[in-house]
């Protein structure tokens, strides 16, 4: 597709289950990243891959939270034990290059997380 | 560390008249990108209008420009000629060139509400 992609659009568990939450970015874009919006707040960063480097896990939460991209493409970002708070919006975003500051991240439309 | 802070939680402007949302930064990178992303209630992440901490002169996009002062270390966006279609939330946000920080770090965000 011509934007970001996101599944599934929302999602909805009980506490302690674990969660997948994909993310198909822009074709070509070699940057990706995780973001997390809680109910009327501002974005959280989460996570930053960026071709074949070693990614920036600095903003992950906790130890429940991992992501992979595989293949330099799809993303995953996986919740073990789900918790409350974790109830958000979580926004994927890609760009055409990590280093090149001018370039926007593009983001997806989400996927919104309810934890029972 | 960066930080972003927009002051106005939430204001109205009536249709056809030119708004104007705050934007204030902090960072001691040396250079850096600003970003200005609308979000209409349906979610979605839509890309603005960008300043580099270098560019000369302030960023122009159709209706939205940016009033950048860099001694003030201020960037704040103007919308002119305000439209039913821009309500919605809007973030500033900016990114730190040194050290390959590529995360974008987020304000809390202004509410736009453009009434007829």
């Known amino acids: 597709g011509a934007g970001v992609s996101q599944s599934p659009s929302n999602k909805v568990t009980e506490k302690g289950k674990d969660v997948e939450l994909r993310c198909d970015p822009i074709s070509g874009h070699t940057a990706l990243y995780w973001y997390r919006q809680s109910l009327g707040q501002g974005l959280e960063f989460l996570i930053y891959?960026?071709?074949?480097?070693?990614?920036?896990k600095s903003g992950l939460p906790s130890d429940r939270f991992s992501a992979e991209r595989t293949g330099g493409s799809v993303s995953t970002l996986t919740i073990q034990r789900t918790q409350q708070e974790d109830s958000a919006v979580y926004l994927c975003?890609?760009?055409?290059?990590?280093?090149?500051?001018?370039?926007?991240?593009?983001f997806g439309d989400g996927t919104r997380l309810s934890i029972l | 560390a960066q930080k972003i802070t927009q002051t106005q939680p939430g204001m109205f402007v009536q249709e056809k008249e030119a708004v104007t949302l705050d934007c204030t930064y902090d960072t001691s990178d040396p250079s850096y990108g600003l970003f200005w992303y609308k979000q209409p209630s349906s979610g979605e992440m839509i890309f603005l209008i960008y300043q580099g901490s270098y560019d000369q002169q302030n960023a122009t996009e159709g209706r939205y420009s940016l009033n950048f002062q860099k001694a003030r270390k201020s960037a704040n966006l103007v919308i002119s000629a305000s439209q039913l279609g821009d309500s919605a939330m809007y973030f500033c946000a900016m990114r730190g060139f040194k050290a390959a920080v590529n995360k974008l770090t987020f304000g809390g965000g202004t509410r736009v509400l453009v009434k007829p």
């Open positions: 975003a890609s760009s055409s290059t990590g280093g090149a500051g001018n370039q926007p991240q593009h």
């Open positions: 891959f960026q071709g074949n480097s070693a990614p920036d």
